[in-house]
């Protein structure tokens, strides 16, 4: 089945800073790749994805890459504020029809110090 | 519209009893799943089920069934609760064809089985 790695565990950064979160995965078939932030006590939310047909997507201050060939992918998180502060986790998918199976990483706890 | 509820918002177990999570979405979403979440360990898929009527096993599925008579409702059942299913469940729903489609979480249940 699908592996994901995430690195790292726990990310400080000063406000302002940009934070880079990058994950791995083992299967080359997988064809989706979601980030979800969950801050504490919540319920994990979708803030950003990408296909594997898409090199690069972004939007406003949060930006995914994927590099198929090398099997990784990456968050980006540019002019970072305390609120940006919680657990994020990629995930990785294998589709089909009727419903994918999402492989989550461990989970990259990032802290913004203001 | 509530999106997609769980009960009950927290539970403590003697081990060996049954238990029901209940999870109901008013979003009309055929595919449906549950995770559970650790500590270190992210978030694990239990089981799926791609549309009412259907299931599948997941990464994690022993000591847990599920069933899904209809569209909205998707109950987890621990058959005979054990400490190490001590744990944070979610689950979410995903919209009926194609991968990519977002997975909405509910707010979860924590379970402690002592």
């Known amino acids: 089945g699908e592996n994901v790695e995430q690195h790292p565990s726990t990310l400080s950064v000063q406000e302002g800073d940009s934070a880079v979160i990058k994950c791995t995965y083992s299967d080359s078939a997988s064809n989706y790749f979601p980030w979800y932030k969950q801050e504490l006590g919540k319920r994990p939310q979708l803030i950003i994805d990408i296909r594997s047909n898409v090199g690069e997507k972004k939007d406003q201050r949060i930006a995914v890459t994927l590099n198929k060939t090398a099997k990784h992918f990456s968050l980006h998180i540019t002019e970072t504020q305390p609120e940006d502060s919680a657990v994020y986790f990629c995930?990785?998918?294998?589709?089909?029809?009727?419903?994918?199976?999402?492989?989550f990483g461990k989970g990259t706890k990032l802290s913004v110090i203001p | 519209i509530a999106g997609i509820t769980q009960a009950p918002t927290s539970q403590i177990l003697a081990a060996g009893r049954r238990m029901t999570l209940r999870c109901t979405q008013d979003?009309?979403?055929?595919?449906m799943y549950w995770y559970r979440q650790d500590l270190g360990l992210g978030l694990r898929l239990i089981h799926y089920?791609?549309?009412?009527?259907t299931t599948g096993k997941g990464e994690v599925p022993d000591g847990y069934s599920v069933s899904r008579a209809n569209t909205d409702d998707f109950p987890l059942t621990l058959a005979s609760a054990v400490p190490s299913q001590t744990s944070v469940y979610f689950c979410?729903?995903?919209?009926?064809w194609g991968v990519g489609d977002t997975q909405y979480f509910g707010p979860g249940t924590r379970l402690t089985v002592l």
């Open positions: 979410a729903s995903s919209s009926e």
């Open positions: 979003m009309r979403h055929n595919a």
């Open positions: 089920s791609n549309t009412a009527g």
């Open positions: 995930a990785a998918a294998l589709g089909g029809a009727g419903s994918y199976q999402l492989t």
